[in-house]
Structures are given as structure tokens and as C-alpha cells.
């Protein structure tokens, strides 16, 4: 008897600054739509384990798309004659995202991205409030500095292992090994230069320091941040929280890339804000139960914010 | 930081030497770092350690540097208090890692002189350096 991942992937040809993308994703479940975005150099495989979870497929349609330039979705046509290196700009990820949603005729779909796609979320809550019903910035804060770097993208350098490398680190040392290194596989394929592409996105054309204060706070965001993150600490992420209205900000034990990394804790740290996600859109769950399992939630301290009073920093001890 | 992380270590040369044995015994060293060879400088506070790698083994380990060595690629450069969190079984955060020690944000660590062969062999310098974790 042979087992399959329920997963079904597909592509679809997407819109967006006068080109068309071709453009693959994944996705399982029923329910509120819940589009996932993966971290710089990588693609939609970092969702596998969500997109596997029937706790989760039961109340969501989730989605796990690939940018362009990354997994089995194509560059432009005439990439080969572009005369700048490739760069990831502020204004084509938000676009690309808001055009893939309504690719698909998704009705105020839920994001969830981590890394650079946490950071965008920003991008997404101060221009594009009235697409979503929620955004869910993993590993996210307005400013991370320090990673538009030429080593990553070098003749003289291996790609594939620098770039793996230099991100392995930012993950738990308690994280599963089978799944830091599964980790490491995915941005070891990614194409030559994407990652530091990316990067420029990260680290240089997404400064939100002086516009997070402008979100209205019409769509909530929940910010969840893994204690080894170096790139985006803890501390920085509180930091962004406390400026976004209709904010809450979780910190726990893992690292920079929670869904692929360490899924099990990931599912804990996560499945309230989903339960949340839920009870603020109830005619739009699956016809499933709800999210199976308990939590070990513990709120510690009120943020203080008069947005959201009996809310606010948690921390979760294992 | 909790006892939870372990406790303080010492630099001195008999332990560079108990660290290089470790680095030697590695099975998967020789494997990812068949093409690290070169000098690198381990910095402690202000000693300097110059390590001389070949095919991915620790060929040499020396206390100081002389005009007779020539000089060396790289160098890694902490202060102890920095290493003694790194070399821990399970490190803290920030602390995990070379590049989030040397990070911008961090400033823990200094990674000095060329930095291409530092670069070009990470994966096996990574491994190298994790197996401090075992002295």
C-alpha cells in the first residue's frame, strides 16, 4: 500500500508589472483561505508539514505558493538579458502576493510568511488592508539589517552551501536535526543569486521603522518570534509589535524558520492564533472540527496597548 | 544565562590541542572539507591561536604567531566570555553561531583578513568549530 502526502500542486499563471509569471503552489484543506510565504532563496516546501496537518486543513484552505525565481515557479522569460542583478523590491512582493490571491479569487484570504515573509506583512497591512482578514509575520520586525551581502552570490564561492550555511545558525539547537538539516537542503537549491536578491528586499528596501506607526490596525497581525532568531531577535520584533495597532507578539524556543524547522513546536506555538483566526471568522471554517490539542499558552504580562485589553506578550516554556 | 546552557570554559593551548584532536577524529570533516586548506587565526581575549588546516584536519596548532609563519588567511577574533557560550553543548541565543556572533547587529565576534577562503570553506569551518561543543 503506497502512502501520498494529501498535498495537491498546481500552477497558475499570475499578473503582475505588466508580465506574466508562471507560477506553482501547493495546497490542502477546507475553509478560511491561509496563503503561506516562504523565506528568502527558498520556496513553498518549508509548509510541508502545515499543509500535511489535518488539525489545520480541517478549518483552512492553506496555500503555499513559490515567488518567481524560486522552486519549480519560473523567472521572467528574458531573464538572461536583465542588466542588473536580480533584486526583490518592496513594491513587486506585495503586489505579486495580492495578485496571486486574486489569481485564485481568494476572498480576504489569511497570510502567513516568515522571515521576508513576515516583514512583508508590513508592507501588505500599510497598503493592501482591505485584502486580508489576518496576517500572521513570523520572525518579523520593521528593519533587519546586515544581509545584502556579495559572498552569498560569488563565482569563487559555492551558492548552494555558503548560502545554507550562513543561515543554519539562525536556527534552535534544539530544533530536530532531521529537520535543520531538511532546512538546509532547501536553500542550498535555490538559484544562483536569489538569496541575496531576496536580501535586498530583507535588509535594504524594506525599512518600516518610520511607517509601522501609519497601520490602522483594521486587519490584526500576530507577530511569533523564535529566541535564536539573529537576524530578527526577539527583542526586535516586541519592538515593531509595540508600534503596530492590533498587534499581539508571541516569543518562543526555536528559531527563524519554525515551520520547516522544528513543525511539532510550531503547531503548538501557532494552533491559538489559528483558534483565534477562527473565532473572528467563524462562517468560513471547515466543516472539521476545531484545532485538535491543547496548549501550554501562559500569559505572562498585559502588553499594555488599549487596542487589545487581557492581551499581549506571551512566552511559552517546554 | 541559565545553567541550562552549561557552564564556563578555559582557552588555553592544552584545550586548542583537545579541540584539534576532536576535529581529527571527525568522520564527516574529511568528507565536506576535502578542499579546506589553509591558515586561520583563532583569537581568545589577546592570545592568538594559528591553525593550519590540510584537506580538512588540523595539520599544526600554535600559541602566537612569528615572522617564520608567514602570516594566515582569516581570523576569527572573541573575547573568551564569547566562546565559552559558543563552545557550550547547548549555546544561548546570539551565541549559536559564528555568523550570528559576527553579525552587525551582534559585534561579538571579528572576522578579519581575507575573507573569500573564510567564505569558500563555511560549511567546513561550521563543523570544524561545533566540535568545541564536545571538549
Redesign the interface.
Known amino acids: 500500500m503506497n502512502t501520498h502526502d494529501p498535498i495537491v500542486g498546481r500552477y497558475v499563471y499570475v499578473q503582475c508589472e505588466g508580465k506574466t509569471y508562471r507560477t506553482y503552489y501547493e495546497e490542502n484543506g477546507e475553509g478560511i483561505p491561509l496563503v503561506c510565504l516562504h523565506t528568502a532563496g527558498t520556496d513553498g516546501r518549508q509548509y510541508r508539514h502545515q499543509l500535511c496537518d489535518p488539525d489545520i486543513t480541517a478549518n483552512f484552505r492553506v496555500i503555499a505558493f513559490d515567488m518567481p525565481w524560486h522552486g519549480k515557479s519560473l523567472p521572467p522569460s528574458d531573464y538572461y538579458l536583465m542588466e542588473e542583478e536580480y533584486k526583490l523590491t518592496t513594491r513587486f512582493y506585495s503586489e505579486f502576493i495580492v495578485a496571486f490571491c486574486r489569481a485564485l479569487d481568494l476572498k480576504k484570504p489569511v497570510i502567513m510568511g516568515q522571515s521576508m515573509g513576515g516583514n512583508v506583512c508590513l508592507a501588505l497591512a500599510l497598503k493592501y488592508e482591505n485584502e486580508f482578514s489576518a496576517l500572521i509575520a513570523l520572525e518579523a520586525c520593521d528593519y533587519s ?2 544581509w545584502w551581502i556579495d ?1 552569498l552570490h ?1 563565482p ?3 551558492g548552494g ?2 548560502v ?3 543561515v ?3 536556527m ?3 530544533s530536530p536535526d532531521e529537520y535543520r538539516w531538511e532546512t538546509w537542503w532547501y536553500y542550498a537549491q535555490g538559484g544562483p543569486g536569489i538569496f541575496k536578491g531576496d536580501l535586498y528586499f530583507y535588509s535594504v528596501d524594506s525599512d518600516f521603522r518610520d511607517q509601522c506607526h501609519k497601520i490602522s490596525g483594521k486587519v490584526p497581525i500576530f507577530f511569533l518570534t523564535g ?5 530578527c ?1 526577539p527583542e526586535m520584533t516586541e519592538r515593531t509589535a509595540e508600534k503596530v495597532k492590533n498587534a499581539e507578539c508571541i516569543i518562543f524556543s526555536g528559531g527563524h524558520f519554525p515551520t520547516s524547522e522544528d513543525p511539532a513546536k510550531f503547531k503548538e506555538v501557532v494552533s491559538p492564533v489559528l483558534k483565534k483566526i477562527i473565532s473572528l471568522d467563524p462562517e468560513r471554517r471547515g466543516q472539521a472540527a476545531g484545532l485538535a490539542g491543547r496548549s501550554n499558552l501562559v500569559e505572562l504580562r498585559s502588553s499594555g496597548r488599549s487596542e487589545r485589553p487581557g492581551e499581549g506578550r506571551r512566552v511559552i516554556d517546554f | 544565562m541559565s545553567n541550562r546552557y552549561g557552564s564556563r570554559k578555559s582557552f588555553d593551548l592544552e584545550w586548542i590541542e583537545r579541540w584539534a584532536r576532536c576535529v581529527n577524529d571527525d568522520r564527516i570533516l574529511p568528507v565536506i572539507g576535502r578542499f579546506f586548506t589553509g591558515r586561520f587565526v583563532l583569537g581568545v581575549d589577546e592570545t592568538e591561536y594559528l591553525i593550519e588546516v590540510r584537506g580538512g584536519k588540523i595539520q599544526r596548532i600554535a600559541e602566537g604567531l612569528t615572522t617564520n609563519d608567514m602570516g594566515y588567511e582569516f581570523a576569527l577574533k572573541a573575547p573568551s566570555s564569547a566562546w565559552a557560550k559558543f563552545s557550550q553543548q ?2 544561548p ?2 551565541f ?5 556572533m559576527a ?4 559585534k561579538q565576534l571579528v572576522i578579519e583578513g581575507n ?2 577562503p573564510f ?2 570553506n ?2 567546513a569551518l ?1 563543523r570544524m568549530l561545533s566540535l568545541m561543543r564536545q571538549v
Open positions: 539589517p546586515g559572498p560569488h569563487h564561492i559555492h552551501e555558503v545554507a550555511t550562513s543554519f545558525g539562525l534552535s539547537p534544539e529566541e535564536y532568531d539573529f537576524a531577535t | 547547548i549555546p541565543p546570539m549559536n553561531d559564528i555568523w550570528a553579525h552587525p547587529l551582534h575573507t573569500l567564505w569558500q563555511l560549511r561550521t
